[in-house]
């Protein structure tokens, strides 16, 4: 398959561990926010989802924060799994359906 | 319900010929996005399609056209392909301001 994030910055924590994966925007327009999961030879999945309006949002296993004031994004992953092996972007828009801007990656490796 | 689907899952072409991919958008879904994905990089934006017109365009040249159909499939055509065109080119569907959904992808290697 093909390797995704062959240069990421690499985040390495142990199995059942706790995982926080950052990441910085910067434009102060932005108001949608979106982390998606990357596994080699696949597409990037939906993981979860933040509105500007909001600043802490919680799913299965993961929390995004979200920090207007310094424009910083961060996803929490809890008892990290094998699974959850993969590459994280982080994705923004101005809202609606405007184009989504990715930032850079960061290589999740979980160490069994 | 299927996903998002996009045919076919790899290609290889030679320089100066032209291709087309195909993306079904998830069940529900009115919007399609195209992204170019480069290794070790993250995806970037080619345009979006909606209404069968194209709505918005990323920074990508004429080279790069696309069309949507009124069941909602898209499809991507490049012509006189580079070298450089060489990534997985995504297809992500969309409704209202709901999340986008991205497909496999489609692995292109241009010789």
């Known amino acids: 398959g093909e390797n995704v994030g062959l240069h990421l910055p690499t985040l390495s924590v142990q199995e059942g561990d706790n995982s926080i994966i950052n990441c910085a925007y910067s434009?102060?327009?932005?108001?949608?926010f979106i982390w998606y999961k990357q596994e080699s030879g696949k597409g990037p999945q939906f993981i979860i989802d933040?509105?500007?309006?909001?600043d802490k949002r919680q799913g299965q296993r993961v929390t995004v924060l979200l920090n207007k004031t310094v424009k910083h994004l961060s996803l929490q992953i809890a008892a990290t799994q094998p699974g959850d092996s993969a590459v994280y972007f982080c994705?923004?828009?101005?809202?609606?359906?405007?184009?989504?801007?990715f930032g850079k990656g960061t290589r999740l490796s979980v160490i069994a | 319900d299927a996903g998002v689907t996009q045919s076919p899952t790899h290609l290889i072409k030679t320089r100066g010929q032209q291709v087309t991919l195909r993306c079904s958008p998830k069940?529900?879904?009115?919007?399609v996005s195209w992204y170019q994905q480069a290794l070790g990089q993250g995806p970037q934006f080619i345009f979006q399609?909606?209404?069968?017109?194209?709505?918005q365009r990323g920074n990508f040249p004429d080279r790069f056209s696309g069309h949507q159909f009124p069941n909602y499939s898209s499809e991507l055509n490049v012509n006189a392909l580079l070298l450089g065109d060489s990534a997985l080119y995504l297809c992500?569907?969309?409704?209202?301001?709901?999340?986008?959904?991205f497909g496999a992808g489609t692995r292109l290697s241009v010789l």
């Open positions: 992500a569907s969309s409704f209202d301001t709901g999340p986008f959904y």
């Open positions: 434009n102060s327009a932005s108001d949608y």
């Open positions: 933040i509105r500007s309006n909001m």
């Open positions: 994705a923004e828009n101005i809202g609606g359906n405007t184009p989504l801007v």
């Open positions: 069940s529900g879904h009115d919007t």
């Open positions: 399609y909606y209404e069968e017109e194209e709505r």
